[in-house]
């Protein structure tokens, strides 16, 4: 197992969803990411989603901050190479995707990828 860690920003003015409604707006985010994870791994798990928005500016551009943990196991990778190279740009592009498709612009700022560490007692 592999977790995954990552930072998005997003900018825009016109959101899919409602910035006033962390909550719905973190379920939304969670189901589209479990959604591409399911397509790129046969095991698969979203632990965490954070967003955050800025108040809006005079423009009516907004920030927002996501950050989002996952865990997944790469042998159940469905596509090929099975590189961490390419499973991590995978991941990079289906979950900018989705993000783009519901926060506007968004930018993947931080995706990292590390071994579980699983303490022995």
């Known amino acids: 197992m592999h977790n995954f860690l990552i930072d998005a920003q997003s900018y825009g003015r016109n959101y899919e969803i409602f910035p006033e409604e962390p909550e719905s707006v973190e379920l939304m985010v969670e189901h589209a990411v479990s959604l591409v ?6 095991e698969a798990i979203v632990d965490e989603v ?21 865990q997944c196991i790469l042998k159940s990778f469905t596509l090929v190479p099975r590189t961490e190279e390419y ?8 979950i900018c995707a989705v993000l783009k498709e519901l926060l506007g612009p968004t930018t993947i700022e931080i995706l990292s990828m590390e071994p579980c560490v699983i303490e022995s007692r």
């Not at 994870?37 to 046969?42: E, I, P, S, T």
């Not at 954070?50 to 989002?68: K, L, M």
């Not at 499973?87 to 289906?94: H, R």
Request: aromatic fraction near 6%.
């Open 50 to 70: 954070t967003v955050r928005f800025s108040p809006p500016s005079r423009t009516g551009q907004r920030e927002g901050t996501i950050r989002i943990r996952a």
């Open 87 to 94: 499973i991590q740009l995978a991941v990079e592009e289906g």
């Open 37 to 42: 994870l399911a397509d790129l791994f046969v």
